[in-house]
């Protein structure tokens, strides 16, 4: 059960647009976020909310998208996330929270997937846009911005090829491909 949810959780970058993700969907997946463990249960993770064609709008052109494909600038029209969480931490309340980024971020896409939806982790993102995009006070930094959408391609894991690139690539039919290293690479002793 949790292999199959994990499996299916993939980095999705095209999504159906027109398929909304309403508010309350997004308050369902922060409530897993809350519900995760914190480091020293400071819980200093806030987020913001955009299922509205209008601050998603406010959101896409502050976002870079996968590095690897030089030649795709981002989704198109019509193939935009429908809904996204913007991640911030309070500084007021801790300095470190980069732990809590990465367990927050997967318990909401875990979620999402639950969900029949899927998502991507954006951290490269035009921070000082957003902050004023969004009008998002100075006491919050932006970590990520999580882009969910109902997914419109097609994501498989392959094996790293013997010349051990891991740079992820899409083939002529738009299947995104991502390679994985073995277990066997991965376990030490």
């Not at 600038?73 to 980024?101: H, I, Q, T």
Request: hydrophobic share 40%; aromatic share 8%; proline share 5%.
């Amino acid at each position: 059960m949790m292999k199959d949810l994990v499996l299916k959780n993939r980095s999705y970058r095209r999504f159906y647009e027109d398929v909304h993700v309403d508010c309350q969907t997004l308050r369902e997946l922060v409530d897993l976020a809350r519900l995760s463990a914190s480091a020293a249960n400071k819980q200093p993770l806030r987020y913001m909310l955009s299922c509205t064609k209008e601050k998603n709008a406010a959101i896409f052109p502050t976002l870079a998208w996968a590095a690897y494909l030089k030649d795709w600038n981002g989704p198109s029209e019509g193939e935009r996330p429908s809904a996204y969480v913007v991640m911030l931490a309070d500084k007021e309340l801790s300095a470190n929270f980069n732990w809590d980024a990465g367990i927050c971020s997967q318990s909401i896409l875990l979620g999402a997937v639950e969900k029949g939806l899927g998502g991507c982790i954006i951290a490269s993102v035009n921070k000082p846009s957003l902050k004023q995009a969004l009008s998002i006070p100075d006491q919050y930094e932006i970590v990520f911005v999580l882009a969910l959408g109902k997914p419109k391609e097609k994501v498989v894991i392959d094996p790293v090829s013997p010349t051990g690139d891991i740079k992820y690539w899409r083939d002529a039919e738009e299947t995104h491909h991502v390679p994985k290293r073995t277990l066997e690479d991965l376990i030490v002793g």
